[in-house]
């Protein structure tokens, strides 16, 4: 059985509370706009939802979205409990065989995952090898476009555009607003932005693989985590 996992986090800056900061005194002093950009730091910034579209065989056995209670769809902020659960579901990877695809994951997503876990003290089901210039058991569909060039960057959106396909972005959200938007409340609007980018990254991927059935595999969609 091959096991192709496709990712996107979305991330927070640190905790903050009413009564006062939960974070150091250096940062609490942090202009806005710098504090902002610790969600995009694994040292301080934290995950608040998973997305993942988890295929046996080209067979979707899941989708949905880890962070969120199942009752009131809002959003728990247990980053231990959503760890936990990514990592259950890579239990039994085999990095030889199976593939975690996303968009600039080698760069982003997965070391803040690692990073966060070791902070949460919640041990990785599996290591998986960081060793670039190759696409397993990662495939990251932003250094494969490139062919991993240097200093190379092309967003998601931008993919997407280029290859004639609808944009996750829009919609009154892309990931420099999801702060805000979660202070905002706006949880329902948070998910499915991350799960469009999932399902985005997960048609580029089968667009790149060249499948002898252009079309990726039909999408399950049971109940969300």
């Known amino acids: 059985m091959i096991s192709r996992i496709f990712v996107d986090i979305e991330t927070l800056p640190p905790e903050m509370s009413d009564g006062g900061c939960r974070v150091s005194e250096e940062i609490a002093a942090y202009p806005d706009e710098e504090f902002r950009r610790l969600a995009l730091d694994g040292d301080y910034g934290r995950v608040l939802t998973i997305g993942l579209i988890v295929e046996h065989d080209e067979q979707v056995i899941h989708r949905g979205l880890l962070g969120r209670e199942r009752q009131t769809m809002m959003f728990h902020l247990d980053e231990a409990r959503t760890l936990r659960g990514f990592w259950k579901l890579l239990t039994g990877f085999n990095a030889r065989r199976d593939l975690v695809v996303g968009h600039n994951l080698f760069d982003f997503d997965l070391p803040f995952l690692y990073k966060r876990s070791v ?3 919640v041990r990785p089901s599996v290591e998986l090898s960081f060793a670039r210039y190759r696409s397993q058991p990662i ?4 250094h494969q476009w490139n062919k991993w060039s240097p200093r190379k960057y092309v967003s998601l959106d931008r993919l ?3 290859l004639g396909m609808e944009s996750s972005k829009g919609q009154g959200i892309d990931g420099s607003r999801v702060y805000d938007k979660f202070c905002a ?3 329902g ?3 499915d932005y991350c799960m469009r980018d999932v399902e985005l990254v997960r048609a580029i991927y ?3 693989v060249f499948p002898d059935d252009p079309q990726p595999p039909a999408l399950y969609a049971p109940t969300p985590d």
């Open 189 to 191: 609007e948070i998910a």
């Open 185 to 187: 409340g706006c949880h």
């Open 119 to 121: 902070i949460q003290r």
């Open 139 to 142: 495939f990251d569909t932003m």
């Open 160 to 162: 997407a555009k280029i």
């Open 206 to 208: 089968y667009r790149m």
